[in-house]
């Protein structure tokens, strides 16, 4: 039987993604436009376990949709992955009437949302908001597109350096299971190489790669490294490229958590407003368990249990081309 839904809480949990708030905002106003009340829970699990609840109406969600980072904060959450932890998430689920749940995150986040859903009659959806853009089921995660184009502007202001002194710089993107971000801002910054977790890089090979732009008489270069590259961070293969090739004056920038933070792109403002509005609707329709997400243009519904496990690869189409345009 269809259970019916009259109070929803939602919560965002796991490292943080520009448009998370505009997933709020449409969460807040598609619920209240179904007569349903709508409980915030500050700080994720950790705010489930210590009953951090916040009833919202749609004047608390007014202002948002371009703001950075999170109203309702987050957090992971170490209580949460015990069994004491989940019982006390219940139990104040319960004491607040929540029928259902709508979790905006991660694979973490996805994957603590399994194991309670599991364990207790209460039906959760996640909506897709990590900046890794990691996960199976939708062709794009909230976060992601603005993490790519800061990391491209980025990118702009350091070849004006490189190229004002000759150099070579190593940048080191987020990425540490994923190179969805150093891929696309290897291809949107026009960078000489990209490093990623999916693929084996050789030292020697880029070395070759980089002694042919040598002799092109190329003045500067940009390798674009994900943190979980397997060689090692931008850090470690600027070192081992240059112990066997110093013709540049070899630099390293980190870009780290600004790509987590800013105002997100239009595309993640609608992206997330997709996407948030579609939780409540497959909430309505009975679904459960499950993420929604965007594939081929459409909200589509993938369960928990393939969106965590199944991996999604890289496209080669696009691999292969970034490494032809940086000949």
Do not use: W
């Not at 209460?122 to 900046?131: D, E, L, R, S, W």
Request: proline share 2%; net charge positive; hydrophobic share 40%.
């Amino acid at each position: 039987m269809k259970r019916e839904i009259k109070r929803i809480a939602v919560f965002t949990s796991g490292g943080d993604a520009p448009g998370m708030n505009a997933a709020i905002r449409a969460v807040v106003r598609h619920a209240t436009y179904h007569d349903l009340h709508i409980y915030g829970i500050l700080r994720g699990y950790d705010g489930m376990i210590n009953g951090n609840f916040k009833r919202l109406e749609t004047s608390d969600v007014g202002n948002i949709i371009h703001r950075g980072g999170t109203i309702l904060k987050t957090a992971r959450s170490k209580e949460f992955r015990t069994k004491k932890g989940r019982k006390s998430a219940y139990e104040n689920l319960v004491a607040h009437d929540i029928d259902a749940c709508i979790a905006i995150g991660g694979n973490g986040t996805f994957t603590g949302a399994n194991v309670f859903s599991k364990e207790y009659d209460i039906p959760f959806i996640g909506v897709p908001g990590t900046i890794d853009n990691d996960l199976f089921g939708t062709d794009f995660t909230i976060g992601f597109d603005t993490a790519c184009n800061t990391a491209v502007e980025a990118m702009d202001k350091i070849r004006d350096t490189a190229d004002s002194h000759n150099r070579l710089f190593f940048v080191e993107v987020m990425g540490r299971d994923s190179g969805y971000i150093a891929l696309n801002t290897g291809i949107g910054s026009g960078a000489g190489s990209v490093l990623i977790p999916e693929k084996d890089n050789d030292i020697d090979l880029l070395i070759n790669h980089l002694k042919v732009g040598v002799k092109r008489k190329k003045l500067f270069s940009l390798i674009i490294v994900a943190e979980g590259n397997q060689n090692g961070g931008a850090m470690e293969i600027a070192a081992k490229v240059k112990e066997k090739f110093d013709h540049y004056d070899t630099k390293v920038t980190i870009i780290g958590h600004l790509q987590r933070g800013g105002s997100p792109t239009c595309m993640d403002r609608v992206l997330a407003s997709r996407l948030g509005f579609g939780s409540v609707d497959v909430l309505i329709k009975g679904k459960s368990n499950g993420m929604v997400g965007i594939l081929n243009g459409e909200v589509a519904f993938t369960p928990f249990d393939k969106a965590i496990k199944q991996s999604k690869a890289l496209k080669g189409d696009l691999m292969n081309m970034a490494e032809i345009l940086a000949l």
